[in-house]
């Protein structure tokens, strides 16, 4: 079965700052991998996705995120945070077949000024 | 398009009583999940439908909760009777299937007193 784990519950950096949010997963192929943000009382939004092709994946708001097989990781960065940014992060792996997202336990971002 | 649409926002009700969530999927898109999100158990899938036919309902707590899909616009989720245990904000979400992304709408915040 497909898992996710992401490692840090709560990062926090200051505005300005890089950033860098661990998502690790478990699946025997190629899976599809997501990054969503959630932010409070609201659904769930779609900040970047890989299903194949270039390892390098630009998304929304100047997120990108980076699929490496030989560590099952995609992790999400941006190079400079903004204070809107402060939300939750979830990674997400769907299996080619089941296409069913299952979703990680969400890492909080607090952006300090 | 208006993205999913999801009702009521926050539902309170008291033990025992049926509670009714109800989920407008995007127009076009032929597969529609179901999610619950708890702080403790994060975002977990209730139940899968692909043309309207549910496909994967091994993540639906207990008897208690059912879901339909009469058509392609329109799916319910029902908890009867509820219980204090099934607070939490349930998210629907719809895709087109295959390799595509599931979008998310805006939740339903249940608290059962």
């Known amino acids: 079965a497909q898992s996710v784990t992401q490692p840090d519950i709560h990062i926090t950096v200051s505005e300005g700052a890089s950033l860098e949010l ?5 699946y025997g192929a190629t899976p599809y991998l997501f990054w969503y943000v959630q932010s409070p009382g609201q659904g769930l939004q779609l900040l970047l996705k890989y299903f194949s092709g270039d390892t390098l994946v630009q998304g929304i708001k100047g997120f990108e995120a980076e699929f490496k097989r030989s560590q099952s990781s995609f992790n999400l960065r941006k190079p400079s945070v903004h204070w809107s940014d402060a939300a939750e992060y979830f990674c997400a792996v769907a299996s080619v ?3 069913i997202p299952t ?11 | 398009d208006a ?21 407008k999927p995007i127009s076009g898109h032929n597969s529609l999940f179901w999610y619950r999100q708890t702080m403790m158990r994060g975002l977990e899938l209730l139940i ?7 496909i994967d309902d091994s993540g639906m707590p207990e008897d208690r ?21 099934d607070s939490a904000v349930y998210f629907c979400a719809s895709s087109e299937g295959g390799n595509t992304e599931a979008f998310f709408g805006q939740g339903t915040r249940l608290t059962v007193v």
Do not use: D, W
Not at chain 1, 103 to 113: A, E, N, Q, Y
Not at chain 2, 71 to 80: G, R
């Open chain 1, 22 to 26: 661990r998502c690790n997963y478990s």
């Open chain 1, 97 to 99: 077949g089941s296409y």
């Open chain 1, 103 to 113: 979703f990680g336990r969400g890492t909080s971002l607090i952006v300090h000024p």
């Open chain 2, 3 to 23: 993205g999913v649409i999801q009702s009521p926002r926050h539902e309170v009700t008291e033990m025992g009583q049926e509670v009714t969530l109800r989920c």
């Open chain 2, 48 to 54: 899968y439908f692909n043309n309207n036919v549910p």
């Open chain 2, 65 to 85: 909760f059912s879901a339909k899909m009469p058509n392609a616009s329109f799916s319910t989720l029902k908890i009867q009777p509820s219980e204090p245990r």
